[in-house]
């Protein structure tokens, strides 16, 4: 990934703090059906909504696309070639995960799947790239040292 | 490929963080090269040959499997 494409290593605190108020606003709305009164729009049966979901929903998006994208603090050739490598591995798995549910879920099930699939190549991306570039390292033989 | 950069670093007594620092990578790239998990760019590994004052044949040697499709 270019390096001009990708935000500097010190967006990644911001990204998660909007990331946390992002998914607690979702879940509000989702469970407690709560709604901002200023994110009232139209006043006919037709256009009469409520956006505080949309700026939930946006928020996430925005937020993981934002992790995704965040340089890691030394952005070398094996970072990126980790890069690359988890982005293949997400795309991957969300299709096969796609794929199943494809032949399992039907109706509106599927269509609150393919909800939570807007976000799942992100989030499967960031799950892998971290392992790989921070977590398993330490528990192979050799492991990091200082 | 193999790779002699473990020994070749303690033997020029640096730490693996001494190292990334002077080849200006991470700290992880070091020890997934050493574990051979990662085959070096021709840039890195002629940044680490001069960093070791060794030639770069003495860090990274072909071997069969290489040769192969």
């Known amino acids: ?146 | 490929m193999k790779t002699r950069l473990r020994s070749s670093r303690t033997a020029a007594e640096l730490t693996q963080s001494e190292l990334a620092e002077k080849a200006g990578v991470s700290r992880q790239t070091i020890h997934a090269i050493e574990s051979g998990k990662y085959v070096p760019s021709t840039v890195l590994a002629l940044k680490f040959a001069a960093i070791l004052q060794l030639e770069i044949s003495a860090l990274f040697e072909l071997e069969e499997g290489d040769w192969g499709n």
């Open chain 1, 1 to 146: 990934m270019k390096h001009q494409l990708m935000l500097p290593a010190g967006m990644k605190i911001p990204a998660l703090l909007l990331f946390a108020a992002s998914v607690a606003l979702f879940l509000m709305v989702d469970k407690a059906n709560f709604e901002f009164a200023w994110l009232h729009v139209g006043s006919d049966a037709f256009s009469n909504n409520n956006l505080t979901d949309e700026l939930a929903l946006s928020g996430v998006i925005l937020s993981l696309l934002g992790l995704c994208c965040c340089r890691e603090r030394i952005e070398d050739e094996y970072v990126r070639s980790i890069r690359l490598q988890s982005w293949l591995i997400a795309i991957l798995v969300n299709y096969a995960l796609l794929m199943i549910m494809v032949w399992t879920q039907f109706g509106l099930a599927f269509l609150g799947i393919l909800f939570y699939n807007v976000l799942t190549p992100m989030l499967i991306y960031l799950l892998v790239f971290y392992l790989r570039l921070h977590v398993l390292p330490r528990f192979s033989k050799s492991g990091i040292r200082a």
